[in-house]
Nanobody, 121 residues
Framework: QVQLVESGGGLVQPGGSLRLSCAASGNIFSIYAMGWYRQAPGKQRELVAVFTSGGRTNYADFVKGRFTISRDNAKNTTYLQMNSLKPEDTAVYYC???????????????WGQGTQVTVSS
């Protein structure tokens, strides 16, 4: 079993910044990718950014130039630095990890519990 623990959400004014963190722990052999998704009320969950095991990053168009994803492989942790936040960024942000578990020959997809980000004056 693998657990993802998120932190860093909160309330900020438009133009402000937040830094989200997500640490994976448990029965981890390796992590293929870690990323962030978000879901606003009444909308589907959507990709924000992902950091793959090959060191590549991908961003949704609506956050390019404002958000930066990073990864600390030694700590099994990913970060999302969010700058120039807009009210439309308001959503629950979820951490995601694609994990190869120890002693198992399967790759599993795990999700954190989500952290609320609210951008409002």
């Amino acid at each position: 079993q693998v657990q993802l623990v998120e932190s860093g959400g909160g309330l900020v004014q438009p133009g402000g910044s937040l830094r989200l963190s997500c640490a994976a722990s448990g029965n981890i052999f390796s992590i293929y990718a870690m990323g962030w998704y978000r879901q606003a009320p009444g909308k589907q969950r959507e990709l924000v950014a992902v950091f793959t095991s090959g060191g590549r990053t991908n961003y949704a168009d609506f956050v390019k130039g404002r958000f930066t994803i990073s990864r600390d492989n030694a700590k099994n942790t990913t970060y999302l630095q969010m700058n120039s936040l807009k009210p439309e960024d308001t959503a629950v942000y979820y951490c995601n990890a694609v994990v190869n578990e120890m002693f198992r020959s399967v790759v599993s997809d795990y999700w954190g519990q989500g952290t609320q980000v609210t951008v409002s004056s």
